[in-house]
């Protein structure tokens, strides 16, 4: 098992900035990626950006150029800096990891955090 536990939303003006962070706990040993998704009022879960255990990483058109993927092994963390926030940024952010052990792979969810922006 895989815990998330994420922090760091909030309320911000368009422009301005926040950092999220997302804490791993549990089994941590097997993550191969971990990312951020998002989903606003009515619409479908999206993938915001995606860290692979290699330091690979990959973002939505929508956020790239604005928003930055990051991990502290050490730590166990994954943060995401998030500038130059725009009001269609809002909607709760989730923290995922996929955990492999041979050629299964277990997706794991945070509980989510609020991020809005207003304008």
């Known amino acids: 098992q895989v815990q998330l536990v994420e922090s760091g939303g909030g309320l911000v003006q368009a422009g301005g900035s926040l950092r999220l962070s997302c804490a791993a706990s549990?089994?941590?040993?097997?993550?191969?990626?971990m990312g951020w998704y998002r989903q606003a009022p009515g619409k479908e879960r999206e993938l915001v950006a995606r860290?692979?255990?290699?330091?690979?990483?990959n973002y939505a058109d929508s956020v790239k150029g604005r928003f930055t993927i990051s991990r502290d092994n050490a730590k166990n963390t994954v943060y995401l800096q998030m500038n130059s926030l725009k009001p269609e940024d809002t909607a709760v952010y989730y923290c995922?990891?996929?955990?492999?052990?041979?050629?299964?792979?277990?997706?794991?969810w945070g509980q989510g955090t609020q991020v809005t922006i207003s304008s």
């Open positions: 995922n990891a996929d955990r492999s052990v041979g050629p299964w792979v277990t997706t794991y």
């Open positions: 549990g089994s941590i040993g097997s993550i191969s990626a």
């Open positions: 860290i692979t255990s290699g330091g690979a990483t």
